[in-house]
C-alpha cells in the first residue's frame, strides 16, 4: 500500500508537492479551499481549513497531514493530534511560525541571534522602544502576515495606531543589513536533518523577486553560521518537514534571525532544478519519516526569478511559446492562478557554471511573462 | 485558459507526464483501461482504446491527443483526425511504430542503415532467408510485440510454426553487435527538433535493464552518425512528439536500426534527473507545439537502472526506506504499479561526474528492490 500524504491547503505549495510525491510513489490529497486552485489536480476535497470537521474527514484517508500554509488554527491541529492524527509540522512547532512574538521569545530562549525586539502593548510601549532604537522601528502584527503585509516600519506609534487594542504587536530593530540570506533545513521525525546551502534572497516591495543558490561571496564561516543557526532552530523548535530561516547579513557581518516558515519556501524554489533533492520532494521524504536526500547543489549556480503578475498580463499561457522559444534551458513553473498585479503565479529557474549567464537567462526568461 | 493534454493510456509513461506537465501550467487528462493505473492521479475517464466512442467522448475534452502506448488502431486514430482532433504523433507516422514490416519497408526507403530483413509468408520463404543469412534470423511478429514478446532467434522454420498462417512475419538478420545504443529525437508539428545524446541501452532477458548516457566510449562520429539517423527517421515519419531509435552498433562499427518507438522510451528515463528537459517534458512540450527544451545533460554521466519485481518482491514502499537512507542522491521513480516477476515497476536515476561511481549508486539504489 502506497503511503498517503493529506496536504491541507491547495496553494502553488501543495501544487509543487505533487511532482515529486507521484515519483516517490506517495498518493497524494489535498484539501483545497475552493475548486480550481494550484494544486486541483490531487484535491480529494474543498473546505475550509478552520473548521475542525472538515480537517478530521480529510485527516482520516490520509497516514500523514502536512501543509500548504501555517493557518491552520491551533484548536485544529491539536484535535487532530489529540485524535492520534500524524501531524507534521506538529502544533508544538507550528505555534511559532504563527505567532511572531512566540517566536522571539523562544528563539531569545535558544540563543539564536536576533535583532532587538519587544512586545509593545500601547504607544507609550512603542515610543519607548523606539527611543532606544533610534527613533525608527519595524513594527509587525504577530499573526496572520506575509509578504510584506502586517509589517510597517515606523518612526512614530501613530504610524500603527489602527493595529493597537487586540493584543501586542512585535516591535523589532531596523536592521542595517547588507542583504537578505535563507537558510533552509528540513528535519524528520526521526531527528534527521538534511541542510541546505544558505542562499542569497533579493525582495522588492516586500516580496521575494529574486533568490541565488548558494549565496554569492559567501565565507566558509558564514556559511557555517546559518547552518548552524537553522539546525539550532529546526532542533530546538522541533520542526518537522521544511523550515526556513530568513535572515539579515548585517554592514558587520553578523547573521539576524528575521522571519521563520515552517513549509517548503520561496527561497528553496530553485533546488527543484537545482539540487540534487528539491525541498518538495524533501519535505515529502521528512514529513512521511522517510530518509532525507541529498540537498547538495547540481550545478554551482542556480537562480530563481519569481513572475508576478502585472497590470497587464492576461495569461502565463499566452506568454509561455515566447519564453520558451528564447530560453531552451530555463526552466519555467507555474501555478495555475489567474495573473494579478503583485502576485506570485510562477517562477523561473536557470542553473550553470557562471553566476552572471544564470542570473541574466532566469531574468530574461521571466521577463516574457512581465508586462 | 491552460492547454489541455489528453493521454490516452494510464500506465508509467503517461504517469511520468504528470510532473513536468503540472510545471508548464499544462492541464493533464488521462484516458486509462481500468482504474488504479500508474497514472491515475491525472485519469478522467477510464475505458478501452481501442473503442472509438470512448476516444472520441476523451478526445472532445482536449486539446491535444497524445499516448502511454503505440496501440490505439489505425482506424480509431484516422476517425479522430478527420474529425478535426488533434493527435501527436498521428496515425501516418504511428504507422511504422505499430508494424514492423512497414517501418523496414518505410526506412529502407529513407536509406536509413538497418539489419538484412525480409518479410516471410510461409516457411519457405523464411528458409530462403536463412540460406542466405548464414543459417540464423530474428523472426518478429510485425504487430503487438514489445519487451522481447514477438520475438524469437530460429535456425529453421519449425520454430515459428504456430506464427504463420496470420500475414506475413518479418525476418531479420541476426546481428553480430558490440553493444546496443539508442537515439532520441523530439519533433514539433511546427518541425523544431532537439537531439539527445546518443545513450548505451543494456538488455537482460530482452528488457531494457540499464541505460548510460551518454554512451561511454563514443566517438564524434559515431555519436554524429546517431543524430543523423534519428533526425532522418523522425522528418521522414513526421514523427511527433519524442521519438526513440534503438540502435546495434555492429563490431565492424557500424549503426543499424532494430526499433522504433514514438513516444517516451526506457532509455530516456535518465534525463529526468539527468537532462535539461527530460524526455517527458521534451514530449510534452513538442506535442503541444510548444518551443522544445535543452536536451543536454546537467552532469557528465546519467545512469538509469530499472526496477523489476522478482518472486519475492512484495512492496516497493517497504523497501524504499532502506533504499533511500542507503543512497541519498539515488533518484527513485516508481510507477505505482504491484511488482510480478520481471514486470517493470520503476527505476533508479543517478547522475555524476565519476561514471563508476554513477553506475555503482544507481545498481545499489536499485538493488534493493530486487530480491
Known amino acids: 500500500m502506497a503511503l498517503t500524504l493529506g496536504i491541507v491547503g491547495g496553494g502553488q505549495l501543495a501544487r509543487m508537492m505533487i511532482a515529486p510525491a507521484v515519483e516517490l ?47 491552520v488554527p491551533q484548536a485544529v491541529l491539536r484535535a487532530l ?16 511560525a504563527q505567532d511572531k512574538l512566540a517566536m522571539r521569545a523562544r528563539l531569545a530562549e535558544l540563543g539564536a541571534p536576533q535583532p532587538e525586539w519587544a512586545a509593545v502593548a500601547d504607544a507609550s510601549d512603542l515610543q519607548a522602544f523606539l527611543d532606544e532604537n533610534g527613533g525608527r522601528a519595524v513594527v509587525k502584527t504577530p499573526r496572520g502576515g506575509y509578504d510584506g503585509k502586517g509589517v510597517r516600519v515606523v518612526s512614530s506609534p501613530e504610524e500603527v495606531a489602527d493595529w493597537f487594542g487586540d493584543g501586542p504587536l512585535l516591535a523589532e530593530e531596523l536592521v542595517d543589513f547588507a542583504r537578505e540570506l535563507a537558510q533552509q533545513v528540513a528535519r524528520r521525525p526521526s ?96 514529513v512521511l519519516d522517510l530518509p532525507l536526500g541529498d540537498p547538495a ?6 537562480v530563481m526569478v519569481n513572475i508576478l503578475g502585472g497590470p497587464e498580463t492576461d495569461t502565463l499561457e499566452s506568454r509561455l511559446p515566447a519564453a520558451l522559444a528564447a530560453h531552451p534551458a530555463a526552466k519555467v513553473h507555474t501555478y495555475g492562478k489567474a495573473p494579478r498585479p503583485g502576485r506570485k503565479v510562477g517562477h523561473v529557474n536557470a542553473t550553470g557554471d557562471d553566476l552572471d549567464a544564470v542570473v541574466y537567462e532566469a531574468r530574461a526568461a521571466a521577463s516574457f511573462f512581465a508586462d
Chains 1, 2 share one sequence.
Request: proline share 5%.
Open 297 to 302: 547543489p547540481r550545478q554551482p549556480w542556480a
Open 25 to 71: 510513489g506517495v498518493d497524494v490529497r489535498v484539501l483545497a479551499e475552493e475548486p480550481g486552485m494550484s494544486a486541483a489536480l490531487a484535491a480529494t476535497a474543498t473546505g475550509d481549513y478552520r473548521d475542525l470537521e472538515t480537517v478530521r474527514a480529510f485527516a482520516r484517508e490520509v497516514d500523514v497531514v502536512t501543509f500548504d500554509h501555517e493557518h
Open 81 to 96: 493530534v489529540d485524535e492520534g492524527v500524524t501531524v507534521h509540522p506538529g502544533p508544538d512547532a507550528l505555534q511559532f
Open 191 to 286: 531527528g534527521e536533518l538534511a541542510v541546505y546551502p544558505v542562499v542569497e534572497t533579493v525582495q522588492r516591495g516586500g516580496v521575494c523577486a529574486e533568490v541565488i543558490a548558494p549565496a554569492p561571496e559567501r565565507t566558509a564561516r558564514l556559511a557555517e553560521v546559518a547552518a548552524d543557526i537553522g539546525a539550532a532552530i529546526a532542533e530546538g523548535l522541533g520542526v518537522t518537514g521544511m523550515l526556513a530561516v530568513e535572515l539579515f547579513e548585517t554592514t558587520d557581518e553578523r547573521l539576524l534571525v528575521n522571519e521563520l516558515a515552517m513549509r517548503p519556501h520561496n527561497s528553496g524554489h530553485w533546488g527543484q532544478d537545482g539540487a540534487v533533492t528539491g525541498q518538495f520532494e524533501q519535505h515529502v521524504r521528512a
